[in-house]
Nanobody
Framework: QVQLVESGGGLVQAGGSLRLSCAASGRTFSGHVMGWFRQAPGQERDFVAAIRWSSGWTYYADSLKGRFTISRDNAKNTVYLQMNSVKPEDTAAYYC?????????????????WGQGTQVTVSS
Protein backbone atom coordinates (compact mmCIF):
# COMPACT_ATOMS: atom_id res chain seq x y z
CA GLN A 1 0.00 0.00 0.00
CA VAL A 2 1.36 3.40 -0.98
CA GLN A 3 2.10 5.72 1.89
CA LEU A 4 3.26 9.31 1.73
CA VAL A 5 4.18 10.81 5.08
CA GLU A 6 5.02 14.49 5.33
CA SER A 7 7.05 16.06 8.11
CA GLY A 8 8.95 19.23 8.84
CA GLY A 9 6.12 21.70 9.14
CA GLY A 10 5.88 24.18 11.97
CA LEU A 11 5.99 27.83 12.92
CA VAL A 12 8.60 30.02 11.24
CA GLN A 13 9.17 33.75 11.10
CA ALA A 14 8.83 35.65 7.87
CA GLY A 15 12.10 35.63 5.97
CA GLY A 16 13.14 32.31 7.47
CA SER A 17 13.51 28.86 5.96
CA LEU A 18 11.89 25.49 6.39
CA ARG A 19 12.43 22.09 4.79
CA LEU A 20 9.55 19.70 4.36
CA SER A 21 10.07 15.99 3.85
CA CYS A 22 7.86 13.36 2.25
CA ALA A 23 8.75 9.74 2.97
CA ALA A 24 7.32 7.49 0.27
CA SER A 25 6.76 3.76 0.64
CA GLY A 26 4.70 0.91 -0.70
CA ARG A 27 5.96 0.74 -4.27
CA THR A 28 8.71 1.75 -6.63
CA PHE A 29 8.39 5.40 -7.61
CA SER A 30 10.94 5.52 -10.41
CA GLY A 31 8.17 5.87 -12.98
CA HIS A 32 6.32 8.53 -11.03
CA VAL A 33 6.18 12.26 -10.57
CA MET A 34 6.10 13.59 -7.04
CA GLY A 35 4.46 16.86 -6.20
CA TRP A 36 3.88 19.35 -3.42
CA PHE A 37 0.62 21.21 -3.08
CA ARG A 38 -0.66 23.59 -0.44
CA GLN A 39 -4.04 24.63 0.86
CA ALA A 40 -4.83 27.61 3.03
CA PRO A 41 -8.08 27.74 5.05
CA GLY A 42 -11.00 28.51 2.77
CA GLN A 43 -8.83 28.28 -0.33
CA GLU A 44 -8.40 25.74 -3.08
CA ARG A 45 -5.47 23.35 -3.12
CA ASP A 46 -2.70 24.98 -5.13
CA PHE A 47 0.25 23.48 -6.94
CA VAL A 48 3.69 24.26 -5.52
CA ALA A 49 6.27 22.08 -7.29
CA ALA A 50 6.79 18.69 -8.94
CA ILE A 51 9.75 16.46 -9.67
CA ARG A 52 10.20 13.50 -11.97
CA TRP A 53 11.62 10.81 -9.72
CA SER A 54 13.79 9.13 -12.35
CA SER A 55 15.48 12.17 -13.87
CA GLY A 56 15.10 14.84 -11.20
CA TRP A 57 13.54 17.27 -13.68
CA THR A 58 11.46 19.85 -11.87
CA TYR A 59 8.48 22.09 -12.43
CA TYR A 60 7.35 25.01 -10.26
CA ALA A 61 4.43 27.31 -9.81
CA ASP A 62 5.59 30.55 -11.39
CA SER A 63 4.91 32.58 -8.26
CA LEU A 64 7.16 30.36 -6.14
CA LYS A 65 10.07 29.86 -8.50
CA GLY A 66 13.29 31.05 -6.91
CA ARG A 67 12.13 30.71 -3.31
CA PHE A 68 11.11 27.04 -3.16
CA THR A 69 13.16 24.07 -4.29
CA ILE A 70 11.97 20.50 -4.73
CA SER A 71 14.44 17.62 -4.62
CA ARG A 72 14.54 13.89 -3.98
CA ASP A 73 16.82 11.37 -2.34
CA ASN A 74 16.51 8.05 -4.12
CA ALA A 75 18.30 6.12 -1.41
CA LYS A 76 15.91 7.38 1.25
CA ASN A 77 12.81 7.34 -0.96
CA THR A 78 12.16 10.86 0.22
CA VAL A 79 11.14 14.06 -1.52
CA TYR A 80 11.95 17.45 -0.04
CA LEU A 81 10.62 20.96 -0.35
CA GLN A 82 13.08 23.64 0.71
CA MET A 83 11.25 26.86 1.47
CA ASN A 84 13.33 30.03 1.70
CA SER A 85 12.43 33.66 2.38
CA VAL A 86 9.02 32.53 3.54
CA LYS A 87 6.14 34.98 3.74
CA PRO A 88 2.93 35.02 5.81
CA GLU A 89 1.03 34.14 2.65
CA ASP A 90 2.93 30.84 2.53
CA THR A 91 0.91 29.74 5.57
CA ALA A 92 -0.98 26.60 4.58
CA ALA A 93 -1.20 22.85 4.94
CA TYR A 94 1.36 21.32 2.59
CA TYR A 95 0.64 18.02 0.92
CA CYS A 96 2.88 15.54 -0.84
CA UNK A 97 1.42 13.66 -3.78
CA UNK A 98 2.42 11.09 -6.40
CA UNK A 99 1.22 10.39 -9.93
CA UNK A 100 2.05 7.69 -12.40
CA UNK A 101 3.76 8.53 -15.67
CA UNK A 102 6.51 10.98 -16.49
CA UNK A 103 4.64 14.13 -17.48
CA UNK A 104 5.31 16.98 -15.10
CA UNK A 105 1.99 18.46 -14.12
CA UNK A 106 0.52 20.88 -11.63
CA UNK A 107 -3.00 19.50 -11.93
CA UNK A 108 -4.02 17.97 -8.60
CA UNK A 109 -6.57 15.77 -10.33
CA UNK A 110 -3.78 13.84 -12.03
CA UNK A 111 -2.20 12.78 -8.73
CA UNK A 112 -3.27 9.41 -7.41
CA UNK A 113 -1.73 9.28 -3.96
CA TRP A 114 -1.73 11.89 -1.20
CA GLY A 115 -0.22 12.33 2.20
CA GLN A 116 -2.04 13.68 5.23
CA GLY A 117 -0.32 17.05 5.07
CA THR A 118 1.90 19.10 7.34
CA GLN A 119 1.03 22.56 8.59
CA VAL A 120 3.30 25.51 7.90
CA THR A 121 2.61 28.78 9.69
CA VAL A 122 4.61 31.89 8.90
CA SER A 123 4.48 34.71 11.42
CA SER A 124 5.01 38.31 10.44
Amino acid sequence: QVQLVESGGGLVQAGGSLRLSCAASGRTFSGHVMGWFRQAPGQERDFVAAIRWSSGWTYYADSLKGRFTISRDNAKNTVYLQMNSVKPEDTAAYYCAAKGGLSLSGDAKEFDYWGQGTQVTVSS
